[in-house]
């Protein structure tokens, strides 16, 4: 008889993975550039170029999306799994495929210092 650790490990481990948040390690250095460059490939449709928002989703310049509310780990997960629709009426964010853990981070730096310019904190 099969245990159930064997029976849950059969399962698609590819699907499985693409829900975690890939987190880049320890060393590596997020590049704000860079990730203006990846935010505006992939996020500014419904976040807007300039991080105010769009008719398709809320802005990242508020303060709802400071550091102490929503940390970077929020972001990492919204990438990766989606997020059901919480503070606005935009609906339900779906998971953005094809970035990595080093492009979210890069993206969330940029963020967090259009963020800092902006005086949120």
Known sequence: MLSLPVLLSSCDQ??????LPRIPGPDFKADAQ??????SANCAKCHGENLRGTNNGPPFLNKAYRPGHHGDMAFHLAVSTGVKQHHWKFGDMPA????SGEDVANIIAYVRFE???????
């Open 96 to 99: 953005v495929a094809g970035l």
């Open 34 to 39: 860079n990730g203006r460059v990846l935010f």
């Open 14 to 19: 590819d699907t499985q993975d693409r829900r």
């Open 115 to 121: 963020q800092q310019k902006a005086g949120i904190k």
